[in-house]
């Protein structure tokens, strides 16, 4: 099994920062993917942003600029600087991991909990 940890979330004023974590363990051969995505209030789970296990990255176009991926050496944990937050960047961040198991041959989906995300004077 898979454990995803995220932390960094809270409420800061509108032009702050933010730094998201989200730490994977278990049985883990291989990380491939990892992302960030945000969900607001009665809308859809949407893609932040997603680094390969090469470092290549994609954004969402509107966040481009603002928003930054990146993972540690391990390849284990996914970060996201989130500077010049907006009222609404409002969301729960969800991170998702592409994991291969120990003795699979699979890659598979997991995601974090959530984290709250609140811009607001």
């Known amino acids: 099994q898979v454990r995803l940890v995220e932390s960094g979330g809270g409420l800061v004023q509108p032009g702050g920062s933010l730094r998201l974590s989200c730490a994977a363990s278990?049985?883990?051969?291989?990380?491939?993917?990892m992302s960030w995505y945000r969900q607001a209030p009665g809308k859809q789970r949407d893609l932040v942003a997603t680094?390969?296990?090469?470092?290549?990255?994609n954004y969402a176009d509107s966040l481009k600029g603002r928003f930054t991926i990146s993972r540690d050496n391990a390849k284990t944990t996914v970060y996201l600087q989130m500077n010049n937050l907006k009222p609404e960047d409002t969301a729960v961040y969800f991170c998702?991991?592409?994991?291969?198991?120990?003795?699979?041959?699979?890659?598979?989906?997991?995601w974090g909990q959530g984290t709250q995300v609140t811009v607001s004077s």
């Open positions: 998702k991991v592409v994991v291969q198991m120990l003795l699979s041959t699979t890659w598979t989906d997991y």
């Open positions: 278990g049985s883990i051969q291989s990380v491939s993917a």
């Open positions: 680094i390969s296990s090469s470092g290549r990255t």
